[in-house]
């Protein structure tokens, strides 16, 4: 059964770059899926942040994609999200999940992991 | 892009029948499929619907999606309202034009 597990440091300062990382088990992530990185602020909605394909190919949330770069270790079989200068409003319990595409488009979302919360203090 | 609106909260009674719609802003709701996901606290996200009306393996028959061109809307029913369905509800799909990935503002369940 495939797993995921999101992996960060919690805090931060702003300004920042928050580095995380998505190690997968049950499953090579080299193969037919894409990859990406969801999050949820505190008492807000569901927003998607970037998405890799299985050939590297990335797509990013527009509001994001000057602070966000998404990559994979295939060595590790792992999935990271780096994004940069960090404030308040980066605040959020950030999901790593597989992605079924669909004609090159990142399409249904599963499964999802647990989550990382991380904070940014200002 | 467009937006997906979902009503912000509902509520029904055990045992009852509930559906939670998810509007397109703009463009048709049939160029990309649709997904539906349960959102409890303390538990991962998980599928309750995926390409529009297909149920993951496990999810059981009292959840249903559908699509409705004349409203551009996707619904997701839930039947037989249990108290474990209260959760939150959020409605996704994807700009086949930009590649973007889009939820909707999500629906909080009540079931009492």
């Known amino acids: 059964q495939l797993q995921l597990q999101e992996s960060g440091p919690g805090l931060l300062k702003a300004s920042e770059t928050l580095s995380l990382t998505c190690t997968v088990s049950g499953d090579s992530i080299i193969g037919r899926y894409f990859w990406g990185w969801i999050r949820q602020s505190p008492g807000k909605g569901l927003e998607w942040i970037a998405t890799?394909?299985?050939?590297?190919?990335?797509y990013y949330n527009p509001s994001l994609k000057s602070r966000v770069a998404i990559s994979v270790d295939t060595s590790k079989n792992q999935v990271s999200l780096n994004l940069g200068s960090v404030t308040a409003a980066d605040t959020a319990l950030y999901y790593c999940a597989r992605q079924y595409p669909y004609n090159w488009n990142p399409n249904w979302v599963d499964p999802w992991g647990q989550g990382a919360l991380v904070t940014v203090s200002s | 892009n467009f937006m997906l609106t979902q009503p912000q909260s509902m509520s029904e009674s055990p045992g009852k029948t509930v559906t939670i719609s998810c509007t397109r802003s703009s463009g048709s709701i049939v160029s990309s499929y649709v997904q539906w996901y349960q959102l409890r606290p303390g538990s991962a996200p998980t599928t309750v619907i995926y390409e529009d009306n297909q149920r993951p393996y496990g999810v059981p028959d009292r959840f249903s999606g559908s699509i409705d061109s004349s409203s551009n809307s996707a619904s997701l029913t839930i039947s037989g309202l249990r108290t474990e369905d209260e959760a939150d509800y959020y409605c996704q799909t994807y700009d086949i034009s930009t590649h973007v990935v889009l939820f909707g503002g999500g629906t909080t369940l009540t079931v009492l």
């Open positions: 890799i394909s299985h050939s590297g190919k990335t």
